[in-house]
């Protein structure tokens, strides 16, 4: 990430406040407040709490580069808590599209109801913006991670996730709002 080159100044290395001598010498405390937010997504969360103080410093200059490295990552962390606890909530308020796609009730009654649920949730789809409708089908019925679909479709992972959230709460509020219009 930074390029290593001798220390020439009377400062020793763990003194160096500059964001390569914060890099060398509390790379390993960075990456342990990073792993709060889960050991899969440390290292990102390094490479991004750098890639943000980097341009932070290009824009004016840190007073303290370790201390706003650490604040960026807490940060960070948080971040990815509340978008990972967002998407669990999403995940969980889908279980209606699950429940439509796999109804193995044999009444009569019951699969009626499933069937026009399913219609309306596929006109739903349908009328969903273009980018929101590939993306669910990408995930949902592909079975394609969000990098694999950032990647197919020529967007950010992040991206793919915001499309996927935007459709299936656009999908929940359209199923909830019939559903009270039927009553």
């Known amino acids: 990430m930074f390029r290593h080159h001798d220390s020439m100044g009377s400062r020793a290395e763990s003194d160096d ?3 390569e001598g914060v890099y060398r010498s509390k790379r390993k405390l960075v990456r342990a ?3 709060k937010g889960g050991e899969e997504d440390a290292e990102d969360v390094v490479q991004d709490a ?3 103080s980097m341009e932070a410093e290009q824009a004016q200059p840190l007073k303290s580069a370790a201390a706003f490295v650490m604040a960026v990552t807490r940060n960070t962390v948080i971040d990815r ?3 990972r606890a967002f998407r669990s909530t999403i995940i969980s308020d889908s279980s209606d599209l699950d429940a439509v796609a796999v109804d193995a009730a044999p009444d ?5 109801i499933a069937s026009d649920r399913l219609a309306r949730t596929m006109a739903i789809i349908e009328r969903l913006p273009t980018r929101q409708r590939e993306v669910l089908h990408l995930h949902r019925f592909e079975s394609l991670t969000y990098a694999q679909i950032a990647k197919r479709l020529g967007i950010s ?3 793919a996730e915001g499309h996927l959230a935007a459709a299936l709460n ?3 509020a359209e199923l909830d709002q019939n559903d009270a219009d039927g009553d």
């Not at 009569?108 to 009626?112: K, L, N, T």
């Open 108 to 112: 009569p009654e019951r699969s009626v």
């Open 17 to 19: 406040d500059s964001l």
């Open 50 to 52: 750098f890639l943000k």
């Open 33 to 35: 407040l990073a792993r």
């Open 157 to 159: 992972a992040r991206t």
């Open 170 to 172: 656009r999908i929940s």
């Open 81 to 83: 808590l509340r978008r």
